[in-house]
């Protein structure tokens, strides 16, 4: 599940979010501070408004000649009506295939009443898959070798 990524995610640890009114030079300090590629934008009460991106800040930034202090995220952001969420109880595969068919490596979580909750990347979710596979083989490792099937070598 979605969640389950989250939790193992550098985004669980950090504040993810930006204000609406903040300059892209302060969404790329915090890319920079965090190790980070993406950043929800929020308004004043705390509903999600967009999201901007390294990307964002490389192709509407960097390559039209405008400066990151004199323009708002909210410019170059990805906006919400278009943007591209998943809740926390969405399967892995299906994060995956929202990203994948959207050419996005970020989406923003959702909790049951809408507003946003945390932040996957791509990264993340391959990391779970790997996990999961990795339990597989071992579980499958382990009842070839007659230790109990789904108990596993514990």
Request: aromatic share 6%; charged share 25%; hydrophobic share 40%.
């Amino acid at each position: 599940m979605a969640d389950e990524a989250w939790k193992k995610s550098g985004y669980g640890q950090i504040d993810y979010t930006i204000d609406e009114d903040a300059t892209v030079y302060d969404a790329v300090k915090k890319f920079a501070a965090f190790n980070i590629g993406c950043l929800v934008i929020t308004a004043k009460d705390g509903a999600m408004v967009g999201v901007v991106s390294e990307r964002d800040y490389v192709s509407k930034i960097a390559l039209l000649g405008r400066t990151s202090k004199e323009t708002g995220v909210k410019e170059i952001a990805t906006l919400s009506p278009n943007l591209v969420t998943a809740a926390l109880d969405e399967s892995v595969e299906s994060c995956m295939s929202k990203m994948l068919n959207k050419d996005i490596r970020h989406l923003p979580l959702v909790g049951k009443s809408g507003d946003v909750v945390g932040m996957i990347s791509i990264k993340d979710l391959v990391k779970t898959v790997v996990q999961e596979k990795e339990k597989t083989i071992r579980v499958l490792s382990d009842f070839a070798l007659g230790k109990g099937g789904h108990y596993g070598s514990e």
